[in-house]
């Protein structure tokens, strides 16, 4: 048994049922970060390839500025995560593994659900669930979410999944290490199995909802409308500055 062998077998024992996320390693702190809105009519869509991170990172805000697709999305994660369950089997096993379910990602079934379904259904990764185990190639003892826009798919049969912590090294996961729930998967052997999300497969529809609903706003003078005005005495620095300053505080009525 080679050195290397022993030594991640060593320290799947060590770490039993932890995460390997930065995220809940004692005295982590995640730092504060903001993430920029997309709108739908202001930026092309990123490409389609294997590695998704790019068009999965904007796939997940994107839709957020379309109300419609928004409210729709936020239904079906509501079913999704309220679905009942049942587990059979020996008395000892179904109260073990009840309690794994209850305490997954240590927020709860439902919350868990919640951020699996969204993962499901807005980024085309898809959702991804950390194993944790008692020891190597044992048991499942607990369950935890993966961000899936910081993942990518290497094609390596024996390490198939990059994770890309936002603090913290790269971590190149096997396949016992997790499990994926992907809509649409990709049969060109070039994308590892890449899904299509029903985000991505709806977002030319929603980027026309979008454009007639900031046609609506312009209509009813909620928003100014875009053209060409003759303006004296005002520079094109000072009107650009007086649109973005409006266009925010419409913004943030609306998130109000």
């Keep these: 048994m080679s050195d290397d062998l022993i030594e991640r077998i060593a320290s799947q024992i060590e770490r039993a049922y932890d995460s390997q996320q930065p995220r809940f390693n004692a005295g982590w702190g995640s730092r504060m970060q903001w993430a920029n809105p997309v709108y739908l009519g202001d930026e092309p869509v990123p490409p389609y390839v294997s590695d998704s991170r790019r068009r999965d990172q904007w796939l997940r805000r994107a839709w957020k500025s379309e109300p419609h697709l928004a409210g729709v999305l936020n239904s079906v994660v509501l079913i999704d995560s309220n679905r009942g369950w049942e587990l059979t089997g020996g008395r000892n096993q179904v109260s073990r593994y009840i309690q794994v379910l209850h305490g997954a990602d240590g927020t709860g079934w439902r919350a868990f659900c919640r951020k699996l379904a969204t993962s499901f259904w807005t980024t085309d990764m898809g959702g991804i669930v950390e194993i944790g185990r008692a020891s190597a190639n044992g048991p499942l003892r607990a369950m935890y979410h993966v961000d899936s826009a910081r993942c990518r798919l290497t094609g390596d049969i024996r390490e198939p999944l990059e994770y890309f912590p936002a603090n913290g090294d790269i971590q190149r996961w096997r396949p016992e290490d997790y499990f994926r729930l992907v809509s649409m998967p990709n049969d060109d052997e070039a994308f590892n199995g890449l899904g299509f999300c029903a985000i991505s497969?709806?977002?030319?529809i929603a980027r026309v909802l979008y454009a007639v609903l900031m046609h609506d706003q312009e209509m009813l003078a909620a928003r100014a409308p875009r053209g060409l005005l003759l303006l004296q005495n005002v520079s094109e620095e000072q009107w650009?500055?007086?649109?973005?300053?409006?266009?925010?505080?419409?913004?943030s009525r609306e998130r109000r």
């Design 201 to 204: 497969r709806c977002i030319e």
């Design 240 to 251: 650009e500055q007086s649109l973005a300053a409006r266009n925010a505080k419409l913004d």
